[in-house]
């Protein structure tokens, strides 16, 4: 890669200049950054080591130190056309072209690999995401976690790592979300049976309405009247859940005994509900490798132990008849409740289990995708990890922006099912398309609010970002193919005359697909995906600078030599290397024809 040979030519200057009694330097472990000028009168690459230098070198002039290097960086350079100093001490470096011809080689070469390394090999690294309640269906905010933990997975393995994904399934037996929503889903089944149902209007001080049962053999007054739960579930979903175990079971709940109904419905719909959110981001292009149960926590003893291993070491106490955790001491605002006083576990007991049982399970980096609220909860949770003998470094707390749909103009507020969660797969992926909602999700950072423009994903026109990008990679595969209608005979890279490729447009396009390994690396390593969304739409415009200024085939009013052709050809087929490449690690199609 020409950045990790630019780097080492630094670092060698900065050391010789440093051996040659230019300027101190104690500490040899500098990190050296290359940045891509915008404007390429500043060079190929320019980088701001001086400056970060100035301590380090004793000096207080760090243009006065990106001279002293500049000395050291030779003349006569296979990759070097120049070297200048520019500004209060930014070395910037111009390359010569030869470069950029090589990397077109390598692109062909390496193909499906261009763009990946060995970087983070040895890294065993979890991520989980998502991990949703079981109470509802997968929302767009979940969409947005999900594919950001996707394809974050995805370059972390591009890059070496050793990479699983992970659900998380909060099914404890003391979650009383799950307990409100499994008696949600026993009132809709009742209701299919012609009971009627009370709904309180508590909330906004008037009065209770009541529903009609839906079917019955009997006179609606013979059948006794439900209560709908506080704050219970009111999505239509709720009622698809009631209606499948109708199907299934008929009035079987209607007279057993109510703790087997009320064990059959929780485990019922348990086991519907998941199955339905795995089948929501299975249409987004999401397959986890474990979905683990909280439950298993408690079932295997898990908790338990964790929490008597905290008393042993003494990060524990005792205090108005619960146990606590000394959170204090470990990085956290106060100490937090392990046990309460009426003996059930909570989260941070559960949650330290679970994270210990990861690292136990041998990965030596977690990351966990949460939402913007989870904010208060990163504190705690590291404590309990650095408590039972865990670096807290290795686990990284991600947290995501909100994010909103528009649809003509105004905001999306409400799903088509009636409920107020706005749902993935029914409110998006089946209006815009699984390829859409991937792009615009990852166009910005997830530290930022996003919005999704319906309309505006649905245009086949270059004003929408995704139709761009694709568009660009399938107009450069018909290139490809109308050559070989022609009956024009592909060159391999490796024997076209690439040195033909000298308009500034080629030049261009070059330059950027020589930054695409860097960019993935970058991505991987700042988990920043949405800089690869920005390349594709930044490579899809340079190649249309590409199409104005240089043509390709020959035509009748325009002739051009078969060693041109051969040459932008190879050109041709790197773009769409590198752009089907980027398009295949965010999960998006990089279609033939559109």
Same mark, same amino acid.
């Given at each position: 890669?020409?950045?990790?040979?630019?780097?080492?030519?630094?670092?060698?200057?900065?050391?010789?200049?440093?051996?040659?009694?230019?300027?101190?330097?104690?500490?040899?472990?500098?990190?050296?950054?290359?940045?891509?000028?915008?404007?390429?009168?500043?060079?190929?690459?320019?980088?701001?080591?001086?400056?970060?230098?100035?301590?380090?070198?004793?000096?207080?002039? *760090?243009?006065?130190?990106? /001279?002293? !290097? @500049?000395?050291?960086?030779?003349? #006569?350079? $296979?990759?070097?056309?120049?070297?200048? +100093?520019?500004?209060?001490?930014?070395?910037?470096?111009?390359?010569?072209?030869?470069?950029?011809?090589?990397?077109?080689?390598?692109?062909?070469?390496?193909?499906?690999?261009?763009?990946?390394? *060995?970087?983070?090999?040895? /890294?065993? !690294? @979890?991520?989980?995401?998502?991990? #949703?309640? $079981?109470?509802?269906?997968?929302?767009? +905010?979940?969409?947005?976690?999900?594919?950001?933990?996707?394809?974050?997975?995805?370059?972390?393995?591009?890059?070496?790592?050793?990479?699983?994904?992970?659900?998380?399934?909060?099914?404890?037996?003391?979650?009383?979300?799950? /307990?409100?929503?499994?008696?949600?889903?026993?009132?809709?089944?009742?209701?299919?049976?012609?009971?009627? +149902?009370?709904?309180?209007?508590?909330?906004?001080?008037?009065?209770?309405?009541?529903?009609?049962?839906?079917?019955?053999?009997?006179?609606?007054?013979?059948?006794?009247?439900?209560?709908?739960?506080?704050?219970?579930?009111?999505?239509?979903?709720?009622?698809?859940?009631?209606?499948?175990?109708?199907?299934?079971?008929?009035?079987?709940?209607?007279?057993?005994?109510?703790?087997?109904?009320?064990?059959?419905?929780?485990?019922?719909?348990?086991?519907?509900?998941?199955?339905?959110?795995?089948?929501?981001?299975?249409?987004?292009?999401?397959?986890?490798?474990?979905?683990?149960?909280?439950?298993?926590?408690?079932?295997?003893?898990?908790?338990?132990?964790?929490?008597?291993?905290?008393?042993?070491?003494?990060?524990?106490?005792?205090?108005?008849?619960?146990?606590?955790?000394?959170?204090?001491?470990?990085?956290?605002?106060?100490?937090?409740?392990?046990?309460?006083?009426?003996?059930?576990?909570?989260?941070?007991?559960?949650?330290?289990?679970?994270?210990?049982?990861?690292?136990?399970?041998?990965?030596?980096?977690?990351?966990?995708?949460?939402?913007?609220?989870?904010?208060?909860?990163?504190?705690?949770?590291?404590?309990?990890?650095?408590?039972?003998?865990?670096?807290?470094?290795?686990?990284?707390?991600?947290?995501?922006?909100?994010?909103?749909?528009?649809?003509?103009?105004?905001?999306?507020?409400?799903?088509?099912?009636?409920?107020?969660?706005?749902?993935?797969?029914?409110?998006?992926?089946?209006?815009?398309?699984?390829?859409?909602?991937?792009?615009?999700?990852?166009?910005?950072?997830?530290?930022?609010?996003?919005?999704?423009?319906?309309?505006?994903?649905?245009?086949?026109?270059?004003?929408?970002?995704?139709?761009?990008?694709?568009?660009?990679?399938?107009?450069?595969?018909?290139?490809?193919?109308?050559?070989?209608?022609?009956?024009?005979?592909?060159?391999?890279?490796?024997?076209?005359?690439?040195?033909?490729?000298?308009?500034?447009?080629?030049?261009?396009?070059?330059?950027?697909?020589?930054?695409?390994?860097?960019?993935?690396?970058?991505?991987?390593?700042?988990?920043?995906?949405?800089?690869?969304?920005?390349?594709?739409?930044?490579?899809?415009?340079?190649?249309?600078?590409?199409?104005?200024?240089?043509?390709?085939?020959?035509?009748?009013?325009?002739?051009?030599?078969?060693?041109?052709?051969?040459?932008?050809?190879?050109?041709?087929?790197?773009?769409?290397?590198?752009?089907?490449?980027?398009?295949?690690?965010?999960?998006?199609?990089?279609?033939?024809?559109?």
């Amino acid at each position: 890669m020409i950045t990790d040979e630019l780097s080492r030519v630094i670092r060698m200057a900065v050391l010789s200049a440093r051996d040659a009694g230019e300027y101190t330097l104690e500490n040899a472990d500098f990190e050296i950054s290359l940045e891509t000028p915008r404007n390429k009168l500043h060079g190929d690459y320019s980088c701001s080591i001086a400056l970060a230098m100035k301590k380090m070198a004793g000096l207080n002039n *760090s243009r006065e130190i990106a /001279e002293k !290097i @500049l000395k050291y960086i030779p003349a #006569a350079s $296979p990759i070097l056309l120049r070297t200048e +100093v520019a500004g209060p001490g930014f070395l910037n470096f111009y390359l010569k072209p030869e470069w950029l011809y090589e990397t077109l080689r390598l692109i062909e070469l390496e193909d499906i690999k261009y763009g990946t390394s *060995s970087k983070m090999v040895g /890294e065993r !690294i @979890l991520v989980e995401f998502v991990s #949703a309640n $079981p109470t509802g269906p997968i929302s767009v +905010v979940n969409g947005r976690a999900a594919v950001l933990g996707d394809v974050l997975s995805t370059l972390l393995a591009s890059q070496g790592a050793v990479v699983s994904r992970e659900f998380y399934i909060n099914d404890a037996l003391n979650s009383l979300q799950l /307990e409100k929503f499994s008696h949600t889903v026993l009132v809709r089944y009742m209701q299919e049976f012609g009971h009627s +149902v009370i709904m309180s209007s508590s909330e906004d001080g008037g009065a209770d309405t009541i529903e009609p049962g839906v079917q019955s053999s009997k006179a609606a007054a013979d059948i006794s009247p439900v209560v709908f739960p506080k704050d219970g579930y009111r999505g239509e979903y709720v009622r698809d859940i009631a209606r499948g175990i109708v199907a299934e079971s008929g009035d079987k709940f209607l007279k057993c005994s109510a703790d087997e109904r009320d064990a059959y419905f929780r485990q019922a719909t348990l086991s519907r509900m998941v199955a339905a959110q795995k089948s929501a981001l299975e249409a987004f292009g999401i397959h986890f490798d474990t979905w683990y149960y909280e439950s298993e926590l408690y079932s295997s003893g898990s908790v338990e132990k964790t929490i008597q291993q905290l008393k042993d070491l003494g990060y524990a106490y005792e205090n108005d008849g619960a146990l606590w955790l000394k959170s204090s001491e470990l990085g956290d605002d106060k100490d937090r409740v392990l046990v309460r006083s009426n003996e059930k576990a909570t989260y941070i007991a559960a949650d330290s289990a679970y994270h210990h049982d990861k690292f136990e399970r041998g990965f030596n980096h977690l990351i966990n995708i949460w939402g913007a609220d989870h904010h208060g909860y990163v504190a705690r949770l590291k404590a309990g990890v650095a408590a039972l003998g865990h670096d807290p470094q290795k686990l990284e707390i991600v947290l995501t922006q909100m994010v909103s749909l528009v649809r003509d103009g105004e905001a999306v507020i409400g799903g088509k099912r009636k409920g107020n969660v706005i749902e993935l797969k029914e409110d998006l992926i089946d209006d815009i398309g699984k390829d859409a909602a991937r792009f615009y999700f990852l166009l910005n950072s997830y530290d930022t609010p996003a919005t999704v423009d319906v309309e505006l994903a649905k245009k086949q026109s270059n004003d929408n970002p995704v139709y761009y990008v694709q568009y660009a990679h399938a107009r450069l595969v018909n290139i490809l193919i109308k050559a070989e209608e022609m009956g024009i005979q592909r060159m391999p890279g490796s024997k076209a005359a690439l040195a033909l490729l000298t308009h500034a447009a080629e030049l261009e396009l070059l330059r950027k697909l020589t930054d695409y390994p860097e960019e993935v690396a970058s991505s991987a390593r700042d988990y920043s995906p949405h800089r690869l969304t920005r390349f594709g739409m930044e490579l899809a415009s340079l190649l249309n600078v590409f199409y104005e200024n240089c043509r390709v085939l020959p035509g009748a009013d325009d002739p051009i030599s078969k060693e041109l052709t051969s040459a932008r050809l190879a050109l041709v087929n790197g773009a769409r290397i590198v752009q089907r490449n980027l398009l295949n690690l965010l999960g998006i199609s990089a279609p033939d024809k559109m």
